[in-house]
């Protein structure tokens, strides 16, 4: 398995920003995939899930109203919309696949995690 994640940059606070994630490897459309995020000195956080077919998705509290996570599973891809951002979702943004397929918040269920790609905001 491998992930990919592109999309990130510098963005002003109020402005949106749309990562991407690549999946190859074994069939996508199994699996529930995820996007955390670690901001230096703190601990990684659950960001949004989405189940392996995408009808379920799942947001962190920090997140909700702002951020939209979608697949499209016939191009292995899972991106995340993010909206209204504000300088604390500055961070490193992670891709991961889920173990099974629903949607889940918890990184124990997640075995394969991208590289990860920095989302800084400025205020």
């Known amino acids: 398995v491998q992930l990919r994640e592109s999309g990130g940059g510098l963005v002003q606070a109020g402005e949106s920003l749309r990562l991407s994630c690549a999946f190859s490897?074994?069939?996508?459309?199994?699996?529930?995939m995820g996007w955390f995020r670690q901001a230096p000195g703190k601990e990684r956080e659950f960001v949004a899930s989405?189940?392996?077919?995408?009808?379920?998705?799942y947001y962190g509290d920090s997140v909700k109203g702002r951020f939209t996570i979608s697949r499209d599973n016939a191009e292995n891809t899972v991106d995340l919309q993010m909206s209204s951002l504000k300088r604390e979702d500055t961070a490193t943004y992670y891709c991961a696949k889920a173990r099974a397929g629903r949607a889940t918040s918890a990184d124990s269920e997640y075995d394969y995690w991208g590289q990860g790609t920095q989302v800084t905001v400025a205020s």
């Open positions: 989405i189940s392996y077919r995408g009808e379920s998705t």
């Open positions: 490897g074994p069939p996508f459309n199994i699996y529930g």
